[in-house]
Nanobody
Framework: QVQLVESEGGLVQAGGSLRLSCAASGGRINFINMGWFRQAPGKEREFVAAISWIGGSAYYADSVRGRFTVSRDNAKNTVYLQMNNLKPEDTAIYYC??????????????????WGQGTQVTVSA
């Protein structure tokens, strides 16, 4: 069973950048589509970004497109989320998860599993 662990998040000022990583252990994620989600206080967990297993395709939530970039290094068994031009509304707990076999099949949390423990990202105004 693959286990996913997100890197430590942090506190950043609006307009700043932060890169999260999601390291897998207990198995390889080379052939697994992966996704990032986030959950703000009092809100449901929402989709942020997804990347195909080969890394050639990615898609994003409208709220982060153009500011966030998802990537992966299969040799390191790790997926990344580069977040630029952060806004206070990006404050949330960020999670990585294993995606469905068919890439781009949806953004529902029900399509994902093997969730990481999450990492807090706080953006100050």
């Amino acid at each position: 069973q693959v286990q996913l662990v997100e890197s430590e998040g942090g506190l950043v000022q609006a307009g700043g950048s932060l890169r999260l990583s999601c390291a897998a252990s207990g198995g390889r994620i080379n052939f697994i589509n992966m996704g990032w989600f986030r959950q703000a206080p009092g809100k449901e967990r929402e989709f942020v970004a997804a990347i195909s297993w080969i890394g050639g395709s990615a898609y994003y939530a409208d709220s982060v497109r153009g500011r966030f970039t998802v990537s992966r290094d299969n040799a390191k068994n790790t997926v990344y989320l580069q977040m630029n031009n952060l806004k206070p509304e990006d404050t949330a707990i960020y999670y990585c998860a294993r995606g469905p076999r068919q890439f781009n099949s949806g953004t529902s949390t029900s399509l994902y599993d093997n969730w990481g423990q999450g990492t807090q990202v706080t953006v100050s105004a």
